[in-house]
């Protein structure tokens, strides 16, 4: 069927969001102004299953451009207003990618007297970054701030933030806080299209403003709360699953009679910005509005005659300079022809398209990316252009998108001349600020990081994977084998993996059990280590666990900032492989989005150290060798017994449930994988997902069951970080002075095959051979899993009186196929180096 000759897509009398109100029983209350403002729609997200679709914002509706462009200009002229002229010229206007490039620009027009600027998730080579933030409910999250002079955000002026909606106002809330503890000024004013911030969101402002000692103003169109009944989210994946019949992958237009597609040449004025992505000056703007004029009218001569409804279509984050030709077309067709011009933009976001008046996404066109996005391809949508009876459409974009996919058979101007007579193109200058003298190098483009379901299975906010996926490639050998070539030189422990062990039903009981025991103990070494980074570090950290026992740790930290500080904390997993340092490619990507200093590296747990003091060797090379400074290689663990940090919930050698499994309770990753042929220069280290091992996946339990108890641990927290701020926590190395005697009493002579504490023990029984096993005497219902995991191995279990540890884990030293057997199990003889009176063991 062609689709232009569907129903015809407009503003109907039916309101736009009776569709959704109906089948799920959401309500607008508030304004009498929302509904012609907002319709809703449905989207695959577990967060929220409605989205509140803007009829003014030139998104997803097509509108009037006048009508856009009117809504922002109009809020901006009331911030002018209020500020004054004199605070208005020394303040700064700051939009949101994606969706609110265009009003923020517009905003700015409004007051003015200001500067522009727009965040982006386009990086720019040779543009040093100014700030950064994540959105951790959009779908797509990282934002970067990238001002072409760099003092445009270290002045104290008035900084007005503009975004098309103000909900929970976590987002802006947080740019704020972060931008605060950079660039401190006395006054901010969110502007927004709609507030529509529940109840108990309303008082988060005052109590904020207050917080930082700054006044917050809030200016929108109208204001409301959306009602939600019970079970809304499950209703609302039951709607999405019954409708959804189409993938989100780009597919080839349909058949049938193609428009033509023809190109105009703006003459878009040199110098001046495509948009706000560097930052967009009054100066800018004369010069703008002055050739605006002039490129309308080369846009109307390529027009089609009798052409009577006109789409200009945008571009994703270039929203700004379509609407301003799009406004001025609407001028000069009106004198012209009367035609009518409408306005729109692609977006990256998938949403569910329903073809009812009483919807407000009634068609959806799905096309790959055509901008070379950093990270990486994908589709992306145009929402109620098939069916909206447009006789031309105007297809404006960046010269960085004017690529061969655009043009493809299945790109988007294949699309669009499928449903329209005539397709022209526009294509406006890519600017790109003038690369200084003394500007730094940039490294490759790197690619974002891989997120949840479809890399581990944490949810995609709680964790994002600096690493690429592996999962395809056979890494696993068996144990004896890997520790073979480990002990002799031939291999490094990172460039295979370990058969994953699958615990018996035995063993699980046993860590259900050690969970249900452990899990306040936990949960106030969680908020201890927390609070200390919040107080001490960054009150807006970045959190970088190391990939993988650190990252159950990072996800418990996260959440626990955001149930008792309401923070929506930044969190990353990295690459760190003893003897060959952390992965630089994940250091330079942490410095292009985020404040090194920001930065707070989270691991599990201390035993000797070694990672300690390799974290802080390999940051010293890092910089040594050009890379960017800041970072701080102090790590913070959840339980550090061997006396190697000053950032730590406990000092207590206890058991931590996440360390009995491996992948199972680690999002389903596996250790990473650092490997020549596998790992390029310009690529992060490498990791498996055990998408397969989802039924044994306990990494969610483990969150929650430490999650739920969090309350009852708060006033126990509250005490122990009093203690620990005004403690001596200075390191005393006495763990690495511990593993030193042990590996001479027993003859080892090397510390790498002596792994203390609990966590370590574990790790050796697991993925090495073991040796024998040394028990504090008295240790208890913390070492019942080590005994149980020696058991089956067969590995001797020696109580000793004096150990700083709860257990020490020794690595069978000289290993070879003869010291073991071939199952791995330890043998008496076989070359005589499996004694179990903790004699010296011979050379072999």
Same mark, same amino acid.
């Given at each position: ?7 015809y897509?407009t503003?109907?009398a039916?309101?736009s969001g009776?569709?959704? %109100?109906e089948?799920?029983?959401?309500? +607008?209350?508030? /304004? #009498?102004?929302?509904p =012609?403002?907002?319709? @809703?729609a449905?989207? $695959?997200?577990?967060?929220?299953a ?5 009829n003014v914002?030139?998104k997803?509706v ?7 462009y009117?809504a ?10 209020l500020?004054g ?9 700051l ?5 609110a490039?265009?009003l ?24 040093e ?17 990238l001002?072409e002079?760099?003092?445009?955000? %270290? ?5 007005? +933030?503009v975004? /098309? #909606?103000?909900?929970? =106002?976590?987002?802006? @809330?947080?740019?704020? $806080? ?17 507030d ?27 204001s409301g ?24 992958d780009p ?20 110098g ?6 560097h ?7 004369e010069?703008?509005r002055g ?12 027009l089609?005659?009798g ?11 270039l ?7 799009g406004v001025?077309?609407?001028?000069e067709l009106?004198e012209?022809?009367?035609a009518?011009?409408?306005y ?9 398209a329903?073809d009812d ?8 066109l799905?096309?790959?990316a ?5 990270d ?11 069916g909206?009876?447009f006789d031309a ?18 790109g ?14 526009a294509v ?6 003038p690369?200084g ?10 690619p974002?990081?891989?997120?949840g ?5 944490y ?12 999962s395809?490639v056979?890494?696993e ?10 002990q002799?030189?031939?291999?490094h422990y ?7 062990y699958?615990?018996s ?23 201890t ?35 008792r ?13 003893r003897?060959?340092?952390i ?13 090194p ?8 747990w ?23 400074a ?23 050698d206890?058991?931590i ?9 680690s ?6 994988v650092l ?9 992060f ?11 044994a ?15 009852e ?44 504490g ?5 790790r ?26 020696a058991?089956?191995r ?5 109580e ?11 690595i ?11 199952d ?13 009176d903790?004699?010296?063991?011979a050379?072999?």
């Open positions: 069927m062609n689709v232009r000759n569907m129903t897509v503003q109907d039916v309101w009776s569709w959704v %109100a089948r799920l029983g959401v309500g +607008l209350d508030g /304004d #009498e102004a929302l =012609g403002l907002l319709g @809703l449905l989207r $695959r997200n577990p967060k929220r409605h989205l509140l679709v803007s914002l030139g997803h097509p509108q009037r451009p006048s009508v856009v009117g922002g200009h109009g809020l901006g002229v009331r911030v002018r207003n500020l002229d004199d605070e208005a010229r020394r303040a700064v206007i939009g949101y990618a994606e969706t490039t265009g923020g620009h517009a905003v700015a027009d409004g007051v003015g007297l200001a500067p522009y600027l727009h965040s982006t998730r386009r990086p720019v080579e040779g543009v970054r100014a700030g950064g933030f994540e959105e951790s409910h959009s779908h797509a999250t990282s934002h970067l701030l001002p002079d760099p003092r445009l955000l %270290a002045g104290d002026g008035p900084l007005v +933030l975004d /098309d #909606e103000f909900s929970t =106002g976590n987002t802006v @809330l947080n740019t704020v $806080r972060a931008l605060h503890e950079r660039f401190p000024r006395e006054r901010y004013v969110i502007v927004a299209l709609v529509m911030r529940s109840p108990e969101d309303q008082g988060r402002l005052a109590a904020f403003a207050r917080e930082i000692g700054a006044r917050v103003d809030l200016i929108a169109l109208a709360t959306v009602r939600l009944p019970d079970g809304v989210l499950e209703k609302g994946r039951r709607l999405v699953a019954e409708h959804e019949t189409d993938p989100a597919a080839p237009p349909p058949r049938g009679e193609r428009g033509t597609v023809a190109r105009v040449e703006l003459g878009w004025p040199a001046v910005p495509d948009g706000g992505r930052g967009f000056t009054p100066a800018h703007r010069r703008l050739a605006l004029p002039g490129m309308a009218e080369r846009i109307a001569q390529a089609p005659d052409a009577r409804r006109v789409l200009v279509l945008g571009f994703e984050e929203m700004y300079a379509p609407l301003a030709l001025e077309l609407e001028r009106a012209r022809t009367g009518e011009v409408r729109s933009t692609t977006t990256r976001s998938p949403v569910l329903v008046p009483g919807y407000a996404i009634r068609t959806r799905v096309f790959p055509h901008d070379a996005p950093a990486g391809a994908g589709p992306r949508f145009a929402y109620n252009v098939a909206g009876g459409i105007v297809m404006v974009v960046d010269s960085v998108a004017d690529t061969p996919q655009l043009h493809a058979p299945e988007l101007l294949a699309q669009l001349s499928a449903h329209a007579g005539h397709v022209v193109l406006v200058p890519s600017y790109i600020p690369r003298a003394h500007a730094p190098e940039r490294s490759p483009m790197l974002e990081p891989l997120r379901p479809a890399f581990s299975s949810a995609p906010e709680d964790v994002g994977w600096l690493l690429q996926d592996l395809d056979t890494l050998a068996p144990t004896e084998e890997r520790e073979e070539a480990i002799s030189g031939g291999a990172a460039e295979s993996l370990p058969v994953e699958q615990p039903e035995r063993y699980q009981q046993l860590f259900l059990a050690a969970l249900d025991t452990s899990a306040a103990r936990i949960a106030q070494a969680v908020g280590v927390t609070e200390i980074v919040l107080a001490e570090r960054s009150p807006r950290p970045v959190l970088v666990s190391l990939a993988r026992a650190g990252t159950p740790v990072g996800v418990l930290m996260r959440r626990w900032a955001a149930h500080h309401g923070l929506d904390l930044p969190h990353y997993a990295v690459s760190i492989v003897g060959r340092g992965d630089a490619n994940a250091l330079r990507w942490l410095a292009a989005h985020h404040d200093a920001d930065v707070v590296f989270v691991d599990g201390t035993g000797k150290g070694a990672i300690t003091r390799e974290l802080a060797d390999a940051v010293r090379e890092f910089e040594a060798g050009g890379g960017p800041g970072f701080s290689p102090e790590i913070a663990v959840l339980a550090d017994p061997g006396s190697c940090v000053r950032t730590y919930g406990t000092r207590e206890f058991l449930p996440s360390a009995c499994l491996n992948s199972t309770v999002g389903l990753i596996s250790r990473t490997r020549s042929d596998l790992v390029g220069a310009d690529d280290h490498g990791a498996k997902f055990y998408r397969e091992l989802a039924d996946d306990v990494s969610g339990h483990f969150v929650d069951a430490v999650v739920a108890r969090f309350d641990v708060a006033e126990a927290v509250e005490s122990q970080v009093k203690e620990a701020l005004a403690a001596d926590r200075a390191p005393t190395w006495e763990g690495w002075a511990a593993v030193e005697r042990i590996s001479e009493e027993y003859g080892i002579h090397d510390v790498n095959l002596v792994k203390p609990v966590g370590e023990t574990t050796v029984l697991l993925r090495r051979v073991p040796w024998k096993i040394l028990a504090r005497a008295g240790a208890g219902a913390d070492l019942d899993h080590v005994r149980l995991l058991e089956q067969d590995v001797p279990v020696e000793v009186g004096e150990l700083p540890y709860s257990c020490v884990g020794l069978h030293p000289r290993y070879t196929r003869g010291a073991t057997g071939a791995g199990k330890a043998v008496a003889g076989g070359g005589g180096a499996g004694a179990a903790g004699g010296a063991v050379s072999q």
